[in-house]
């Protein structure tokens, strides 16, 4: 499984970008996804979760009601629509993917990664 990462970039405070995760070597229904990120100094937070059958079921509280995790099963790409951004969501963005009908014990345990791709949030 490969994950490409895209739609990084820089914007001004209240402005939108979106992330997209294209995703290859498996169909995402049977995937469970997150975006993470992790700003400099900091630690890996995760945003926002989707298990295989395609409903939201976490969003951490900073990015609630801001942000918008979504997929294309047609085009078996995820994709994380930033809204209202804060200089504070200036960060490095993960998308990640594991087996959707396996138990994992750690909510941050995932098996396949993307890149990362940068977002610089400026005030």
């Known amino acids: 499984v490969q994950l490409q990462a895209s739609g990084g970039g820089s914007v001004q405070a209240g402005g939108s970008l979106v992330l997209s995760c294209a995703v290859v070597?498996?169909?995402?229904?049977?995937?469970?996804v997150a975006w993470f990120r992790q700003a400099a100094g900091k630690e890996r937070l995760l945003l926002t979760t989707?298990?295989?059958?395609?409903?939201?079921?976490y969003t951490t509280y900073a990015v609630k009601d801001r942000f918008t995790l979504s997929r294309d099963i047609a085009k078996n790409t995820v994709s994380l629509q930033m809204n209202s951004l804060k200089p504070e969501d200036t960060a490095v963005y993960y998308c990640?993917?594991?087996?959707?009908?396996?138990?994992?014990?750690?909510?941050?345990?995932?098996?396949?990664w993307g890149q990362g791709t940068q977002v610089t949030v400026s005030s």
């Open positions: 070597g498996r169909t995402l229904d049977t995937l469970a």
């Open positions: 990640a993917v594991r087996d959707g009908l396996k138990y994992y014990s750690d909510t941050y345990d995932y098996d396949y």
């Open positions: 989707m298990p295989y059958y395609g409903q939201v079921t």
